[in-house]
């Protein structure tokens, strides 16, 4: 779909929204987490013993630094590496379908949750006239989108309200092959050609290290929320902005190209 760069004048011409974090509180961690303590505690005890993983080792923050924002079979191989299991290369096929397997069933068992700041931002920016699209590496993020109805959340744009947050979306890139993953922007840099607009007039929102170093490796705006109290690490990374929460996010100033925090 292409979009007339000048609109919004002089402001942003689009927004590109990562999926896990940003606007779904998914189980991807449990299911990384409980998958692995499975293996590891079944068919691969004795590769557990001579690793250095064990089930309070894995934490938020080895989830957050390992795995987030990675395709599914290069953040097993980076979670295995990680914990220093060996023959890394040759469980990592294993341990990704097993994990996928559990995270089908979380979602059966609906046990995620949406973030009501980010479906309002991305109301607010629809209701501002400015395209928006879904970039996550998951190829499970749609689940999670269509599963998402917009009745329950306020703000933005009240036509929407009986959607699924899915349909709202211009593009959606969420799950596609790509060459490289986070931090190469090239997921990025495809969405906002898929909305028709420059890179450097797109907002990227993320809440993952890898996420804010791609955004701003393909020279896009960066715009960081910070779930899990890593606001200096968001910030070191290179977002432009670093907000707890999206509604903290200033929209008039967005609606004009700017990103700033709302005063209160």
Known sequence: MTRDESSPAMGFAGVIFDVDGVLVDSPHEAAWRESLAELMTGPWQDAAERSSWSPDAFTSRVYREVLSGKPRHEGALACLEYFEVPDAQQRESEYAERKQTMLLRLIEEARFDAYADGVRLVMAVRAAGIPVAA???SKN?????RAIRLGEFGGGDTSL????????FDADLSGRDFAKGKPDPEIFLTAAAELGVAPERCVVVEDAVSGVQA???GALVALGVARADDE?????AGADL?????DDVDREAFAA????????
């Open 257 to 264: 190209g700017r990103l700033e925090r709302r005063a209160h």
């Open 242 to 246: 670093v907000v707890t929460s999206l």
């Open 135 to 137: 970039a996550s590496s």
């Open 161 to 168: 309200l009986d959607t699924s947050l899915l349909d709202v």
């Open 215 to 217: 955004a701003k490796a």
């Open 232 to 236: 200096h690490e968001l910030a070191r």
């Open 141 to 145: 993020a749609h689940r999670f989108l």
